[in-house]
């Protein structure tokens, strides 16, 4: 069935702007956005194949994770669509970031970095790697993915750390990586990475605040453990 032969009351627009966008189910708020269906299937239909995709997380979650041969894998889902979807889930990612900031742009104890990385590094299926830099008065300079893993490492050097700080003048950095099993506990190789990166910060005098290993829900700081 097609949209416009549904129901008044049952199509996802029209029940959007007579109720809110909070009345109405995942697959209904996709479809608002797929707009379109094809003709053997309708918005609804579309945005529930997307939601039944199940890789590497399933519903609505999918929508950080799904690339653009997997969404355009879906007949109905063309290259036009596919970006959309990815622009909703890269959206959600930077909403999520800013509203986790308490003050823009200032980070004051290994929480606030975790909640700042937690919704998007959390989901992740492979280590990524970041280095957040910030200058004299603990303002964030700039945030850098180093390096993107396989599932169980990431590759980042102390090299590699440096060239941005310096390339930005930092004074000080955190590193934060993820673990995708969902346990932030330090591995053999995470504890020697960060005490390699603390004696080159010593002396290039750029100090190694802190690193933040993401997990699922909680997360790990090498701080907080004395292992800086």
Not at 24 to 45: F, W, Y
Not at 58 to 66: K, T
Request: net charge neutral; hydrophobic share 35%; charged share 25%.
């Amino acid at each position: 069935m097609k949209i416009k032969d549904m129901p008044n009351d049952d199509r996802p627009y029209e029940r959007c702007q007579r109720e809110g966008p909070e009345r109405l189910s995942d697959v209904e708020l996709l479809s608002i956005i797929i707009r379109t269906g094809s003709p053997k299937a309708n918005s609804l239909d579309l945005a529930s194949k997307i939601l039944a995709l199940n890789y590497p997380k399933d519903g609505i979650l999918g929508l950080l994770h799904l690339s653009l041969p997997e969404l355009t894998s879906i007949k109905g889902i063309g290259n036009v669509k596919g970006i959309q979807l990815l622009c909703v889930g890269e959206l959600s990612r930077r909403i999520w970031k800013r509203k986790a900031l308490g003050r823009p742009l200032i980070f004051r104890d290994p929480g606030s970095v975790a909640e700042y990385y937690q919704e998007d590094m959390r989901h992740q299926g492979q280590e990524q790697f970041h280095v957040m830099l910030f200058n004299t008065k603990q303002m964030l300079i700039q945030e850098i993915q180093i390096s993107k893993g396989t599932v169980n490492a990431s590759l980042a050097t102390p090299r590699e750390i440096f060239i941005e700080a310096l390339r930005y003048q930092a004074v000080s950095l955190i590193l934060v990586h993820n673990h995708p099993s969902g346990d932030p506990e330090p591995s053999r190789e995470d504890v020697m990475l960060t005490q390699r990166v603390k004696e080159a910060g010593v002396l290039m005098d750029i100090r190694l605040q802190d690193h933040v290993i993401i997990g699922e829900h909680t997360y790990v700081s090498m701080k907080e453990r004395g292992l800086i």
